[in-house]
């Protein structure tokens, strides 16, 4: 059995069909099915059935399907083991993170990086920690940056560092002069610029004015944080993000409360007995140099 023997099995029960797959994989149609009747041989068992219009796997191909993922990955893991250099002049990462983490994380780290090892080319992706996770264990990804645990068995979390959030205003607002913390039913009366639902801060924060019972007049949302800063920089409307955003953006002021939000732990995550490149471990070692605190 050949590594192509792989490729060409994935590509064929990705696509549902041999001809689409051919052109996947810039091969001819009857090379395909050559090569798939010949893992079909050397499994001694068929593993599509052909019969319909489609084509779709018999019970003993949905079987095999996942060991054969699981290979490829292997095998693509050690092709990059194989061409990665200890000395980093070359090599690549792949790297995801929960959105909130742009606003003030990736631009420093990345600097620090990229100065030390300018010949490593990175991906920066901002995804949802349970996309994170699912690509983590397909091996499209190296790291991800997100909270908490994690929610796969296949994924493991490293702590890194804790995040608090604070609530912030801008330079012009009321509260910016405020200079006593301000308390729950003070807060429920601001109006609030916050992100959307689908976000993991969203719910932190939902949660929190849950276990306070108030309930915040939440006047706007958004689903990204550079549009959040420039509302609450320009507005009276303030807004609950992680503290180390305010460093970052000197038109934002923190306004202390006096229940105070939990921090939360922030995590690198991994697949489980993954291979990690020289590149994934040069940039955890540059990552724990920051302070994000």
Request: a negative charge; glycine letters at 4%; charged letters at 20%.
């Amino acid at each position: 059995m050949l590594l192509r023997h792989i490729r060409y099995f994935l590509a064929v029960a990705e696509q549902g069909n041999f001809t689409r797959a051919a052109e996947v994989l810039h091969v001819s149609q009857p090379t395909l099915s050559q090569q798939i009747k010949q893992l079909e041989e050397k499994l001694g068992t068929p593993l599509f059935d052909r019969t319909g219009r489609a084509v779709r796997l018999t019970d003993a191909g949905a079987a095999w399907m996942r060991y054969a993922r699981l290979a490829l990955q292997d095998l693509e893991a050690g092709t990059r083991a194989i061409h990665d250099v200890a000395t980093l002049e070359r090599g690549s990462l792949r790297l995801a993170m929960t959105p909130t983490f742009t606003a003030y994380l990736i631009g420093p780290v990345i600097d620090a990086f990229y100065r030390r090892y300018p010949g490593v080319s990175v991906s920066i992706h901002e995804m949802t920690q349970d996309r994170i996770e699912a690509q983590l264990a397909e091996d499209r990804l190296d790291l991800g940056i997100a909270f908490g645990q994690a929610q796969s068995a296949d994924i493991e979390a490293e702590d890194l560092f804790s995040e608090s959030l604070n609530m912030m205003v801008g330079t012009h607002h009321p509260l910016a002069q405020q200079r006593e913390p301000l308390s729950a039913q003070a807060f429920e009366q601001q109006p609030l610029v916050l992100l959307s639902e689908d976000f993991a801060t969203r719910q932190f924060i939902d949660d929190y004015c849950q276990r306070l019972g108030i309930r915040p007049r939440v006047a706007m949302e958004a689903n990204a944080i550079g549009a959040i800063i420039d509302i609450v920089r320009r507005s009276q409307l303030a807004t609950l993000l992680p503290a180390a955003i305010a460093l970052e953006n000197p038109q934002l002021h923190p306004v202390s409360l006096i229940d105070a939000m939990p921090v939360r732990q922030v995590v690198m995550l991994q697949r489980k007995g993954a291979y990690r490149s020289a590149a994934s471990q040069a940039f955890i070692e540059v990552l724990h140099r920051q302070n994000f605190m």
